[in-house]
């Protein structure tokens, strides 16, 4: 039996990509590029504990070279998606990096302008207030006051704001008729179209419109002090939330860090933003950054745990692998 030749311009049979075992050399700079990961997001966990400007640096450096390394000789979606995390891990570190050397490098000048800015915000929200509560008033004179529906018509005339309370009362021959929301000031003296009220606790923006023997008094809470602010969802404490200001108060003296509140009979009273303390601000900050850090690390972690996993090894290394992702 004679062997069958082979002719020199048939192609010879080559091994399918899928079975061609990795090359060492690829292996090897897999390993390294893993490495660089793995001590960037170490540095990164440093850095985390004491906002060392260094360990930032070599955290960035490290975690990018070995991600893009890897994703450059090694490519792949689980290389790729990796590189994305690591420059999400990274976009957020230095962006936390940065606001909190600008707030600690606040001087009281910016913190007293800050103040005044704050204040300002608040009287002009309750400025912009007025139109909405003259014209709720203005739709809620024309409810009978004797009708069967008066308290639901008159409570589907507040807005739906989670911000701050809203409250109505209907009046008939200055009786109370109707009513809705939490009232917390008594309508029977306001009688402005536009005014401000201050009671013991409250300060309380208001519209009243007169029908024949018909009033109606809508009001929307500005302030409240303690411990009537723990009760009661105030404007002021939404506002204070949203420009990082520890809290408001409504006083008769005027300062540069105050503004004059709209409504008020002779522009009497003013609002006054309360800073919160450098303690306070660092503490509340560093918490919060720390949080979104961790949790761009974490998925980076896991992302080059599963890279590293997916390489061809032995037991004991994925072992290894396993235990060193867990303790880092």
């Known amino acids: 039996m004679t062997a069958r030749n082979i002719s020199a311009s048939e192609p010879t049979p080559q091994p399918s990509e899928d079975l061609v075992p990795l090359r060492h050399t690829n292996s090897s700079q897999e390993r390294i590029a893993l490495a660089l990961v793995a001590v960037g997001l170490l540095a990164g966990a440093y850095w985390l504990r004491g906002w060392d400007q260094t360990a930032l640096v070599v955290s960035t450096i490290a975690a990018l070279a070995g ?3 890897g994703s450059r000789n090694r490519r792949g979606v689980a290389w790729n998606l990796l590189s994305l995390a690591v420059l999400a891990y990274v976009g957020v570190a230095w962006h936390s990096a940065v606001t909190r050397g600008a707030l600690l490098e606040r001087t009281p000048e910016q913190l007293r302008m800050d103040a005044a800015a704050a204040s300002g915000r ?8 007025f139109n909405d509560l003259s014209r709720i008033a203005a ?5 009978a006051p004797a009708g069967e529906a008066r308290f639901d018509e008159l409570a589907d005339l507040l807005p739906q704001d989670d911000r701050s309370e809203w409250s109505a009362v209907l009046l008939s021959n200055a009786v109370s008729v109707a009513w809705a929301g939490p009232v917390r000031v ?6 402005e179209e536009r005014g401000l009220v201050r009671t013991e606790f409250y300060t309380v923006a208001y519209s009243s419109r007169t029908r024949g ?46 503004a004059p509140l709209p409504g008020a009979a002779g522009d009497s ?11 306070a601000v660092r503490l509340g900050f560093d918490s919060a950054a720390r949080l979104r850090s961790m949790a761009a690390m974490a998925l980076a972690c896991l992302l080059a745990l599963s890279v590293a996993w997916r390489r061809p090894a032995s037991g004991e290394r994925r072992i290894l692998t396993l235990i060193g992702a867990m303790a880092a």
């Open 186 to 191: 008594s309508p029977d003296s306001l009688f």
């Open 67 to 69: 991600a893009l390394w």
């Open 139 to 143: 739709e809620a004179v024309e409810i």
């Open 269 to 279: 009273l003013f609002v006054r933003a309360v800073m919160p303390g450098a303690g």
């Open 122 to 129: 608040l009287a002009a929200e309750v400025a912009r207030g």
């Open 213 to 258: 023997t018909t009033r109606a008094v809508v009001m929307r809470m500005v302030h409240a002090a303690a411990p009537a602010n723990n009760l009661a969802a105030t404007l002021a404490d939404a506002v204070a939330r949203s420009e990082g200001v520890q809290h408001f108060e409504v006083t008769s003296e005027s300062d540069p860090m105050t």
